[in-house]
């Protein structure tokens, strides 16, 4: 990778050079009414540039200014990101699933002139704060299909702005070119939104320049991604950086053709019709796809089960050779066997019969998960990063069929060190711009020049990076989002009947509580209405009190986000005593979310119970060791 050369140029100026050196080679394709259809480079830079003047002479939109973008991924999220750019204006995302309050104070903070709304339901929720938004002079639908119900003066179909902008540039093939020349490398391109780790989120600005050189050190990491042309499948929102380097910035510097699927319910069936050669996406995925499969054994018949357990003790025997004598890409004859006639027709079915490389990041991958995908034969890789690196990997697992437990080697152009406590350090050219008017928050993120993470980790034997845990007082669920357990304990006591909650959801697929109720006001409750009990326990035991308290679980979810959203939880058994030697609690009756997880840990499991990551553990513990079983 030539990282001075992408220091001097934007994401609208590769665009045009696409255009101008591969102009007929696929940039994108994207299933419209059941047939995927292709973009070239030409195109995708005609549609940029004609929306690019549609918004200059439709709403003045200029130098500096934010726009919105709500909405899964699909070529106009693609197309409304590079238009905005390429008149030197600021875009950023909105996560589909934000509730209305998130989307009005990411409205108010990004400060947007105009937004970007994907169809009818992302629609409903701008609409339902515009009023509380003066500054957004429109709101440009996508997906017009449910437009004829609205008549809103700032609502607008997003189609007849391009259609426009492109009669103006009637005659100007290389209206890009223009455009792109007067952007600067150093001017902000994006904002990436963290999902609000401490209360609100935090826009971390990437800057064109910096952010393509950031992204080059994952493809310099991973030299596999220069050799061919790789398809990938985008699926993640591409308000995430993941989700933005896959399907916006990488396809600008290597030859990686998003395909964009026709819904974000059917990208399942995507990734089977596509059949990627490359993945990039969260830990959650990853599970919940391995479970689906294992799942569909369960129920198939007994000879197919009988076939995989065969290819599994293959499978495993050469997975345990490939870890002990350090060769990934040696596979024996049986391994082969196994994977031609059992595994490939498995992970067909979730479309990874073709991938060459899979990175897995976002979230720690639990290690069970990680085996069993290469038990079966796909090579996947765990790696680290931040939003606040610009869109740059720290470290990454490189392979082939790389152990679990560590997060790999430090990625180019990368220096980490751990401090004292061994919370990770980070230096490197490229990092993002700062924080969205919060210089206060950028200038606490650094630590003499060096980038504190809030994670703490340590060197394997092989110089490897290890994750130990998060100095941070947050956690990340299995699909790759920050929550801050504080904000959501406190929704939870907000309840007369609710004393104390703690949170957990580290690298799980949804959030969990334990609850302790408040025993005055619930014995209160509870007398009012005839319920006998005998004392506390037999108290928070009794179905009309486990009712209730859901009850105020599920109105306390109605103010969170969807990834907030406490999905189970157990009542304790006892009150919380802080003078008891060891309790979960300090005298100020602050929760220890550690000591409580380690007091109540089969509590914490049995909210789990039946999940993914438990078949997937069953299928692989005590049977990967380290040992070959020759």
């Known amino acids: 990778m030539n990282f001075e050369a992408l220091r001097a140029s934007t994401l609208p100026g590769l665009l045009a050079e696409r255009a101008r050196t591969r102009p007929e080679r696929v940039a994108f394709r994207a299933k419209e009414l059941g047939i995927w259809r292709e973009t070239t480079w ?118 007849e702005v391009e259609r426009r902008g492109g009669e103006a540039l009637a005659g100007e093939p290389d209206a890009l070119d223009r455009f792109a020349r007067a952007l600067s490398p150093d001017a902000p391109a994006t904002i990436i939104y963290t999902s609000g780790t401490t209360g ?75 059949q990627p050669t490359f993945v990039f996406t969260v830990p959650r995925y990853l599970q919940k796809f391995a479970a689906h499969l294992l799942v569909g054994l369960d129920q198939s018949s007994w000879i197919k089960r009988t076939a995989y357990r065969a290819a599994m003790t293959v499978g495993r025997r050469a997975l345990d050779r490939r870890w002990t004598r350090g060769n990934g890409r040696a596979v024996s004859l049986p391994a082969a066997l196994a994977r031609a006639l059992v595994f490939r027709w498995l992970i067909e079915k979730v479309g990874f019969a073709r991938v060459e490389l899979v990175i897995s990041s976002g ?49 180019p152009n990368m220096a980490v060190t751990l401090d004292g406590d061994g919370e990770i350090l980070v230096t490197a050219p490229e990092f993002f711009g700062g924080y969205w008017r919060d210089p206060d928050a950028t200038q606490a993120l650094y630590r003499e020049g060096k980038l504190a993470t809030g994670d703490v980790g340590e060197w394997t034997g092989g110089r490897a990076l290890k994750l130990v845990d998060r100095k941070k007082d947050i956690l ?104 008891l030697e060891g309790e979960p609690v300090t005298p100020t009756r602050k929760v220890k979310r550690r000591v409580m997880a380690e007091r109540y840990g089969p509590l914490v499991e049995s909210m789990y119970a039946g999940d993914e990551e438990r078949r997937i553990a069953a299928e692989m513990t005590n049977r990967l060791s380290l040992q070959t079983e020759d």
């Open 200 to 274: 609100h989120p935090k826009g971390a600005v990437y800057r064109h320049g910096p952010h393509l050189a950031a992204c080059a050190n994952i493809i310099e990491h991973y030299p596999i991604l220069t050799r061919r042309e790789h398809r990938a499948v985008a699926m993640l929102p591409l308000c995430h950086a993941m989700g933005r380097n896959l399907a916006i910035t990488m396809p600008l510097i290597a030859d990686i053709v998003p395909h964009y699927p026709e819904s974000v319910d059917t990208f399942a069936d995507a990734l089977y019709e596509i």
């Open 476 to 579: 990340i669920t299995a699909g790759g989002k920050n929550v801050s357990p504080s904000h959501v304990e406190n929704r939870l006591r907000a309840s007369p009947y609710i004393s104390e909650a703690a949170v957990f959801g580290e690298g799980r697929k949804y959030l969990v509580a334990l609850v302790e109720a408040d025993a005055e006001t619930i014995a209160e409750w509870a007398r009012e209405r005839g319920v006998v009990h005998t004392g506390y326990a037999s108290l928070v035991a009794h179905p009309d009190v486990v009712g209730l308290i859901e009850t105020e679980v599920r109105r306390a979810n109605d103010e969170l986000t969807r990834v907030e959203q406490v999905k189970a939880f157990r009542l304790l058994p006892r009150e919380l005593d802080p003078e």
């Open 363 to 411: 979230a720690p991958l639990p290690a069970a998960v990680a085996a069993l995908w290469q038990a079966w034969g796909v090579n996947l890789c765990e790696a680290y990063g931040q939003t606040e690196t610009g869109g740059a990997l720290v470290s990454g697992q490189r392979g082939p069929y790389p152990p679990p437990g560590d997060v790999g080697d430090v990625a």
């Open 42 to 159: 030409r195109e995708l830079a005609a549609r940029v540039a004609a929306l690019a003047c549609g918004l200059a002479r439709e709403y003045r939109i200029a130098a500096g200014e934010t726009v919105a973008i709500i909405g899964n991924p699909c070529p106009e999220w693609t197309i409304a990101d590079l238009a905005t750019q390429a008149l030197a204006a600021i875009t950023y995302g909105i996560y589909p699933t934000s509730a209305p309050g998130e989307v009005r104070h990411l409205l108010q903070h990004g400060g947007a002139s105009l937004i970007v709304a994907e169809d009818q339901e992302h629609l409903d929720k701008t609409l339902e704060v515009l009023d509380q938004c003066p500054n957004v002079r429109a709101v440009l639908v996508v997906d017009t299909r449910a437009l004829f119900m609205y008549r809103h003066p700032r609502v607008r179909p997003l189609a």
